[in-house]
């Protein structure tokens, strides 16, 4: 082969490669489309995670609920097992832990002893007594 032949085709493989890595340094509609899918996908993960977090506060609220639900259950048991106040209509609300107990009782003595009942149940943070005696008429 002559030497013309061999510089010929010498430069035709430095033009291909320069070529091609000019090529490679511009985006293709390939690599365009790549990049949209993992824009999406990442979208897609925050979202994912903020229903994630979203879940656990309600699961907590829930379990709160719950919580309220079953200490205002053990108060009123417990008013209903004490021959001091089985007889009484006491009303008991509870929302996160603070008992509320309203109505009306025949005595300062069933005041003091239903807030003693209902402060010594578990999980109760507060007592609120909105009770009041009942004057004899």
Not at 81 to 99: H, K, R, S
Request: hydrophobic share 40%; glycine share 8%; with cysteine.
């Amino acid at each position: 082969m002559s030497r013309s032949y061999n510089g010929a085709l010498m430069a035709s493989v430095i033009l291909v490669f320069a070529l091609g890595s000019v090529g490679c340094e511009q985006e293709g509609p390939a690599e365009r489309v790549g990049q949209s899918i993992d824009r999406t996908a990442e979208k897609a993960g925050d979202k994912m995670e903020e229903a994630k977090e979203a879940a656990s506060e309600k699961a907590e609220e829930a379990g709160a609920y719950i919580d309220d639900a079953a200490i205002t259950a053990k108060i009123k048991a417990d008013f209903l097992a004490d021959p001091m106040l089985e007889v009484f209509q006491i009303g008991v609300t509870t929302t996160d832990g603070v008992v509320t107990l309203s109505g009306e009782v025949d005595s300062q003595a069933s005041i003091d002893r239903s807030q003693a009942i209902a402060g010594g149940v578990e999980n109760v943070q507060s007592v609120r007594n909105e009770l009041v005696v009942q004057v004899a008429e």
